[in-house]
Each structure stands twice: as structure tokens, then as C-alpha cells.
């Protein structure tokens, strides 16, 4: 197999096109609804991702906020490139090794899933021919892009897509990997070095979102996708792995689709709403009973292999609902899952006498849809997926999802979607503006390593966790307010992000860790309980003292301590006379369970010690 990663990073530097603040909003002021439609290329072919999308025919409702302005409704020609943001963009073209282009030309991306009210997204090429190095390996980046963001999507119903304008228009930094990358965790790797170099410019920004990945995976025999705003670094290697699983078991499926000589006839879809009228449940039974049309299709020689046992959770009866639901219907359903949904015994014979597909090796699909329009297009998109699982792996764009799978979103976007963006003037890039900026590169993430390495006396994988985390910048901070550099590293490294567990963790303000830290230094909980009290701020705890209440870690006295240990070993006396001083280990386990995040580890290790020391010494009872 093969990947590579785009890496879009928003940067912290005002918006691209205009001077309004880049700052989200929750104030909505007014609402413009639009339509959009697909249009030609600079060659003036339609693209097939913007046509597919068009073909939707879908509403969008913009919302602005009070920061909104007219060029972000698409009302006003755009101001000039960001300087600021270019700088940026150049800053980590040098930081790759890529070689900065003599004038930067802004394009126009066709864009009409809405995300844009103008129906285009500003990009423009910045640097070529770079790299970045990561184990002792070279990865080859063809391309530093500057671009801006999308509009922010807030909701989904009837009557539309719902947007919002405060992110439209923030910088983004999009860099290409080449198709090098052999695995999932090689992927998480090149992504984490590329995000280390983006944060050590200080210019980008922090939080859920404001940075994304688009991973582009292909297996030998399959073809090239892309997963689409992977926003979770730690999934990246599930995503990747996942969709070389995916393009394998599609390939097996179309070895025995192949064996069968299966096909797909171009028949008129037929309908089968009387068949269903009364007895289907689920979204076919409310079709038919509700004045809407059920309508199916025959598919020769795909019996059994829309859901084939086994342990795989790659299956092609997914990848045509998913088709079906892009076009628009709820899903479908297949006759290799009857019986279910009220449909078996005659219903299904009488559907396969209808539709042509009496052997057990045949298969049938079946939509339902309010109208008849809707669902021929949901069986069209069927009927196209059907064909490429015969050829084998469609190139196409999907989405990932919270378990690591990804779904089918739009068909893989291509160069007919450039052409020139006529309002916003080229750049030229002067050697002047390079000297300056190379003159004052931040420093490299090996660098930054070595430093915090001698100046903290930390270890290496520490330093690294730190990097990796994005929280080199606020461990200098709270280290340099007094704070123990190893107890900072442990709440910054490991502590804030497992509060997240397998979401993104909490965004801590400097000042509430600030004061977390001089809480445990004044002895009001142990180092032991760090983790638990982090949780409880991430839960909602209002402040330091809540949570470590909420955590149950009020503090015990050292007397309290000293009486729990000897309580203990009075217990286990037998015990610690047979074993002598290894009983401590088992003691020391029980003893922690009480006591753990109220007094330090190494504390209660000296108090049951000295317990232990006290019941084993001549004349002791």
C-alpha cells in the first residue's frame, strides 16, 4: 500500500481576504440562504466531485456573525493576500527545505458542497519541493499551499445545510507529503514531525479543529482515496489501516463477482411498493404506507456477497447504501439481510419473480423514498457502485468516523476545478523578504528537544511527548512560574491528554494549571491523584478545590497515615511473619488503594516500612 497526508493548519494571523477578527462566534446577526451550481474549469470541463454535489440540489443557509463582512458573503471582492499569512507559509517552506516560488498566483478550487458561499475556495501554490525527516527516513513534500478556510458547518435538516461565516476565511497552510508512507503508524509519525515544525512558528492555532488531515491511501490492485478532515492525530494509523482492510475485502469480493461473471442491467427500476405495502417495516414499511414509492433493481450474481460472513466489517452492501444515502434516501435494503424488516417467504419470492432475479446467487436492492425521483437517483447511485465493484476499487473522497471506519462522501476531485482567481493580484516574493525571514527561523524540533533535554533535565521521550502534544509553549510558561519541570511535563504529556480519553482533551487556560500545580506544591493532594483531579476539571469542576472534592482527595494527616499503616500490618500479621520484609510489596499495594492521591507515594512507602520494620523486631507483639 501507499499513503500520503495533506496537513491543513489554521494559522493564527487574522483572516486571508479581509481584516475581520478570526474568532468563532456563537451570536448569529442574520441568515442569506443560496444555491449552488457547478460550473467549468479553467480547461471549461465540469469537475465530477462539484457535479455530483450540484446534483443535490440542496439549500444552504449562511449565518453571519457580528464580525461578518461582505467578503466573506461573497458580496465584495476580496482584499489582497494576508502578508502576515505568507509569511508563515514561506517561514515553514524554508523549515522543509522547499524552494519558495518567485510569485505567488492565487486560484479559484470549485467548491459547491456548500462550505463556500462563493462556490470556490482561494488557494495559491507558495513552495515546491521540499522534505521532512522523520526516523531517519525522508519524505518528500511536493507542495506548501496557502488557503482559507471553510465555512463551519453548524446543522443539518429539511429544509438544508446550515453554515456559519466565522471561520470562512482563516488561513490555512496546507502541506503535501508524497505517496510514501508504507503504514498507519508511519502516517501518525509524519503527521506528528509536520505538526511539531507548524506549532514551533508560534503563528498557528490551538484547539479542536484547527487542524486536519486528509490521508490518501491506495493498495496494490485498488485505487486512491482520500479520507477527508481527519481532525484526530492519534487515529490517523486507525484510518489508514482500516482503508487498506477496506480496499482488500472489496477486492476478494470482486474475485468472486468476477468467478460468477456477475453484471448489472441497465432495466428500468421497477416498483414494488404493492409488494410491501403492509407487511416491510423500518424505512420501506413507512415509504409504503405513507404515500411515497419503493422501487428495486436486480442485481445477477451478487447474491451472497453483499453481507458475507466472516469477521470483516468491509462489506459491499455498505458501500452501495452509502451511495443511496448520498443521493438522498435514508438507505436501503438487500436481500442478502432477509429475513428482516418484515420481508421473507412469498414477499420474497414475488420480489425476485419481478425483478429477474430468481437464483439463490442473484441479489436485489430496494429503496424507498417520499418520491419516485429520489429514489431512481439513489438506484442510479447503486447500479454506478455496482459496476465498479466488478472493475474493483473506485477512486472517491470519504469521511472519517468516530471508530476509525470511514464513508463514502463524494467522487474523488480532480484539475477541473481550477482556474484563476481574477481579483486578487500575484505576490511577488522578493530574496529580501527571504533573507529576513531565514535569518530568523524558529528552531527545529530536534533542536528544541536538546534544549529543554539539558535545560529542564528531562528525558528525551519526554521532551518528545511534549512536542507531540503541542505543549512546549506552555511548559515553559508554568516551568518558568516555579513549578517542578517533571511535574509540569507529567500534567502537560500524559495527564491532560488521557483526560480526553479517545476524544480530543480539554483546552486548560495557563492560569487554572497554574494554579493546579501550586495546589499540589501546598500539600493539598498528592502527585498520585494529579490524573483524577485533571478528569474532574475536564468534567466541569469550576475550580482547583471543587475538583480535587469531586475526586474525593481531601488530604490525611500524616498521624491519619501513620495509624492506617499500623492498622494494616496488625491485619496481617501472620502474613508478615512468614514472609518478613517481602510482605512490604502486598501491603504496599492494599495501603496505596486507601490512600492514593492524599499523601505521596514515596510518604506511604516510609510510613509502612517502618510499620512493617516495627512488627518484625525482637519483642514486638
Known amino acids: ?101 518567485d510569485e505567488v498566483e492565487v486560484m479559484r478550487k470549485i467548491v459547491v458542497d456548500g462550505s463556500n458561499t462563493s462556490g470556490f475556495q482561494r488557494t495559491a501554490l507558495v513552495a515546491v519541493d521540499g522534505h521532512v525527516d522523520v526516523d531517519g527516513r525522508s519524505y518528500s513534500i511536493p507542495t506548501i499551499c496557502l488557503e482559507e478556510d471553510a465555512a463551519r458547518k453548524v446543522g443539518e435538516s429539511k429544509d438544508g445545510i446550515r453554515y456559519r461565516l466565522d471561520r470562512l476565511g482563516i488561513p490555512l497552510i496546507e502541506i503535501a507529503t508524497g505517496p510514501e508512507i508504507s503504514n498507519g503508524a508511519e502516517a501518525r509519525a509524519v503527521a506528528e514531525e509536520i505538526g511539531m515544525l507548524l506549532r514551533a512558528t508560534g503563528k498557528v492555532r490551538r484547539g479542536i479543529g484547527t487542524i486536519r488531515e486528509d490521508v490518501n491511501v491506495s493498495t496494490e490492485g485498488g485505487a486512491r482515496v482520500e479520507v477527508k478532515g481527519v481532525q484526530e492525530l492519534r487515529k490517523i494509523h486507525q484510518y489508514v489501516d482500516t482503508e487498506v482492510a477496506r480496499q482488500v475485502a472489496l477486492l476478494a469480493v470482486r474475485e468472486k463477482l468476477t468467478a460468477r461473471r456477475a453484471r448489472v442491467p441497465d432495466d428500468e427500476p421497477a416498483d414494488t411498493t404493492h409488494l410491501l405495502r403492509g407487511s416491510a417495516t423500518g424505512p420501506l414499511g413507512d415509504a409504503a404506507a405513507h404515500g411515497g414509492v419503493v422501487l428495486g433493481i436486480g442485481l445477477p450474481g451478487f447474491g451472497g456477497l453483499l453481507a458475507p460472513p466472516g469477521e470483516s466489517r468491509e462489506r459491499l452492501g455498505r458501500e452501495l447504501a452509502d451511495r443511496a444515502r448520498a443521493a438522498g434516501v435514508r438507505g436501503l435494503f438487500h436481500s442478502d439481510e432477509v429475513p428482516s424488516q418484515g420481508i421473507d417467504g412469498e414477499v420474497v419470492s414475488s420480489l425476485r419473480r419481478l425483478l429477474g432475479v430468481p437464483a439463490t446467487d442473484d441479489a436485489f436492492v430496494l429503496v424507498g423514498a417520499p418520491k419516485a425521483g429520489t429514489a431512481h437517483r439513489a438506484l442510479h447511485e447503486v447500479r454506478t457502485r455496482a459496476r465498479e465493484a466488478l472493475a474493483g476499487i473506485p477512486s472517491e473522497t470519504r469521511d472519517p468516523l468516530p471508530d476509525g471506519r470511514t464513508r463514502y462522501s463524494r467522487p474523488l476531485p480532480g484539475r477541473d476545478r481550477m482556474y484563476p482567481e481574477t481579483d486578487v493580484p500575484p505576490v511577488p516574493v522578493d530574496p529580501a523578504r527571504l533573507r529576513a525571514l531565514r535569518a530568523g527561523l524558529p528552531e527545529r524540533p530536534r533542536e528544541a528537544r536538546a534544549r529543554l533535554v539539558e535545560r529542564y533535565a528531562l528525558s528525551e521521550n519526554t521532551a518528545l511527548a511534549l512536542q507531540r502534544a503541542g505543549e512546549v509553549e506552555r511548559f515553559e510558561s508554568l516551568a518558568g512560574r516555579g513549578h517542578a519541570a517533571p511535574l509540569v511535563a507529567q500534567l502537560l504529556a500524559k495527564e491532560i491528554p488521557d483526560s480526553g480519553g479517545d476524544d480530543e482533551p480539554f483546552d486548560f487556560p495557563v492560569g487554572l494549571l497554574d494554579q493546579l500545580l501550586a495546589s499540589l506544591e501546598r500539600g493539598e493532594f498528592a502527585k498520585e491523584g494529579l490524573g483524577r483531579v485533571v478528569a474532574a476539571l475536564a468534567a466541569g469542576a469550576a475550580t482547583v478545590p471543587d475538583a480535587i472534592g469531586r475526586s474525593g482527595l481531601v488530604t490525611m494527616s500524616r498521624g491519619e497515615l501513620e495509624a492506617l499503616a499500623e492498622q494494616l500490618v496488625l491485619q496481617n500479621a501472620p502474613m508478615i511473619a512468614a514472609k518478613g520484609p517481602g510482605a512490604f510489596s502486598p501491603l504496599m499495594g492494599d495501603l496505596m488503594r486507601e490512600v492514593r492521591g492524599r499523601r505521596d507515594g514515596q510518604e506511604v512507602a516510609e510510613v509502612l516500612r517502618s510499620a512493617v520494620a516495627r512488627k518484625l523486631s525482637p519483642g514486638a507483639t
Open 1 to 101: 500500500m501507499k499513503a500520503g497526508l495533506e496537513v491543513h493548519q489554521q494559522l493564527s494571523t487574522g483572516k486571508l481576504f479581509c481584516d475581520c477578527p478570526a474568532e468563532l462566534s456563537e451570536t448569529v446577526t442574520r441568515t442569506v440562504e443560496r444555491r449552488l451550481r457547478a460550473t467549468g474549469g479553467e480547461n471549461h470541463a465540469i469537475d465530477a466531485a462539484a457535479a455530483f454535489q450540484a446534483s443535490r440540489n440542496l439549500t444552504y443557509i449562511y449565518e453571519a456573525t457580528p464580525t461578518s463582512c461582505l467578503v466573506e458573503l461573497d458580496e465584495e471582492p476580496p482584499n489582497a493576500l494576508d502578508p502576515a499569512a505568507l509569511d508563515v507559509a514561506l517561514t515553514m517552506a524554508l523549515l522543509l527545505g522547499a524552494r519558495p516560488l
